[in-house]
């Protein structure tokens, strides 16, 4: 089995230590830190939530693949920021109301702060309101919400009508990304930007910030 292969099979099985040694195995082989995140470590995640939509693998199982993925992402952080620039911009960052995914929202932090935004990170089952009220304490250029259930999405178009109501949201970009969002749904409620991934999602925050 290829290194990025047993990092997956290390995330499915939850083996948080043998994911952190495969991980600094495949950096030393020279493999890039994006390689692995993608190949070795979404790629063992997104089995995991295969298995949990065909009901063999359960909550206790999934909690344990997204700690070994965790513990790997701490191995890879230091090289992924490596080549980090200076501010450029501000974001406050959120995953929605109702939902409690971190795992990509943590992600597209770290790709954004490398491209040089600072990120107010609000965390997780975070209410319009306390959007709104980032909004207008911190004044950023760009929010970005994210969502992974289908019941959680719709919070999204709350925090863009929230923004109208409050006169908020011409001053700001919106990105929105996570498994549960299409580029068809970020358009349908007027969002800015659409993103799949976090290396894209830092990508269009620069293109806002510039078009701004
Ligand atoms: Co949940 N879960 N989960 N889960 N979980 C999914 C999302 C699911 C698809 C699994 C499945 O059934 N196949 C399913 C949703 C189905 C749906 O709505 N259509 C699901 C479900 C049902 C649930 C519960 C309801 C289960 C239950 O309780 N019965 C429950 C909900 C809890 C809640 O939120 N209220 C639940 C709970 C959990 C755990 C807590 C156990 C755990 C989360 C741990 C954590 O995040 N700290 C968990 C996990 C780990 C998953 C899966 C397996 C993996 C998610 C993940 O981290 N992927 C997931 C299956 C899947 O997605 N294939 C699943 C890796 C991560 C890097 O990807 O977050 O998509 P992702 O981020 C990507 C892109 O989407 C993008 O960048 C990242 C990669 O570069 N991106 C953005 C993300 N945010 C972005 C924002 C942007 C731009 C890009 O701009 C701002």
Redesign the pocket.
């Known amino acids: 089995m290829k290194v990025l292969e047993q990092i997956s099979a290390s995330v499915i099985n939850g083996d948080a230590a043998g994911t952190v040694q495969l991980t600094r195995q495949a950096l030393d082989a020279g493999l890039s830190a994006d390689e692995i995140l993608?190949e070795g470590l979404?790629a063992g995640?997104?089995e995991?939530?295969?298995r949990?939509?065909s009901k063999t693998f359960f909550?206790p199982e999934?909690?344990v693949?997204?700690r070994a993925?965790?513990a790997a992402e701490d191995v890879l952080k230091p090289v992924l920021v490596s080549n980090c620039v200076k501010p450029t911009g501000r974001v406050v960052?959120a995953t929605v109301e109702?939902?409690?995914?971190?795992?990509?929202?943590n992600?597209?932090k770290l790709m954004l702060e490398c491209a040089g935004f600072e990120v107010t990170d609000l965390g997780?089952?975070v209410p319009a309101a306390s959007i709104i009220r980032a909004v207008s304490e911190t004044r950023p250029n760009i929010i970005?919400?994210?969502a992974?259930?289908?019941?959680?999405v719709v919070r999204m178009k709350e925090v863009i009508e929230d923004l109208k109501r409050n006169d908020l949201r011409s001053q700001v970009k919106i990105?929105?990304?996570?498994?549960?969002?299409t580029r068809d749904y970020a358009e349908q409620i007027g969002a800015d930007a659409y993103?799949?991934?976090?290396?894209?999602?830092a990508k269009r925050a620069k293109e806002l910030v510039q078009t701004n």
């Open positions: 993608n979404i995640l997104s995991v939530g295969r949990m939509e909550i999934v909690l693949a997204a993925m965790k960052l109702g939902d409690v995914h971190d795992i990509g929202k992600l597209v997780v089952n970005g919400l994210s992974l259930l289908t019941t959680t990105i929105v990304g996570g498994a549960a969002v993103s799949p991934d976090c290396t894209d999602a």
